[in-house]
């Protein structure tokens, strides 16, 4: 595989396909999660483009079974166009096996009076110090795509060095931070990296506007449970405030299976 210039997008089209960069690879041989579910919401979001139809609320993806670090073949199409709200939905395929899905749900804006907004609260993560437990020091991969900075309080800001496509991928680019929360609460749990294997099985996503700038907060929070399953829910920000919510559904796993995504 060839070396990618340090602006290059993660995946390039080919033709049907979309190759990844050796910059999407995880740390067990094949591609990133965080990278997979940007891809799959990156051609949603230019799908919705394409239909005009408006503002992302909310992106949900399904990780089916481990990507390998090959083309991928993404298949999007409507599920409804509305007047004010359209869904879309993408299947992603590699080496003849479905590996992810996704869906995606935009809204047409309108105005009205008097609305329930949460207070803006700007910040300015280019300030804070880089992530000391940041994936980079230890294999390269997904995680050289990511700037990580640490307010010290339980919130990571993180922003895309380079972008997912050729495309603008707003949303896209929240999915891939906020893929990492799991990461960031057992960093600020002092559990990082973990005794065990912690892989979402999903990951979704729901936003009150549109993002804001390249920086995304996340201040997340596990639940995890003696029978080896959990959630990792967080918090959003973006460079205005407030922006959403994620949640991911974990298992837990033996250090030793193979495999296995890190999230």
Request: charged share 20%; proline share 8%.
């Amino acid at each position: 595989m060839e070396a990618a210039a340090p602006h290059d997008p993660i995946f390039t089209a080919e033709g049907d396909f979309w190759a990844p960069g050796a910059v999407a690879a995880g740390p067990f041989g094949g591609l990133h999660g965080g990278a997979v579910s940007g891809l799959i919401v990156a051609r949603l979001e230019a799908e919705a483009r394409r239909n005009d139809a408006g503002v992302a609320l909310s992106a949900s993806v399904l990780l089916l079974r481990p990507a390998p670090m090959s083309a991928l073949h993404v298949e999007t199409r409507a599920l409804r166009v509305g007047g004010r709200v359209s869904v879309f939905e993408a299947i992603v395929s590699a080496e003849g096996k479905r590996i992810a899905q996704g869906a995606a749900t935009f809204a047409r804006t309108a105005t009205v009076e008097n609305p329930l907004e949460a207070p803006g609260a700007a910040a300015n993560p280019v300030g804070l110090p880089a992530w000391k437990d940041h994936p980079s020091n230890r294999w390269r991969g997904f995680f050289d795509a990511l700037d990580i900075r640490d307010d010290g309080d339980g919130c990571k800001w993180g922003r895309l060095l380079r972008p997912l496509t050729n495309e603008p991928s707003p949303l896209a680019d929240l999915f891939a931070v906020a893929d990492c929360a799991t990461a960031f609460d057992l960093s600020y749990r002092g559990l990082f990296p973990a005794p065990f294997g912690h892989p979402n099985v999903d990951i979704a996503i729901h936003v009150s506007r549109r993002p804001h700038g390249a920086w995304v907060g996340v201040a997340a929070n596990s639940d995890w449970r003696r029978e080896a399953v959990g959630l990792t829910e967080a918090r959003l920000f973006d460079e205005k405030g407030v922006l959403g919510r994620s949640c991911q559904a974990i298992v837990i796993t033996p250090r030793e299976a193979k495999g296995r995504r890190d999230p």
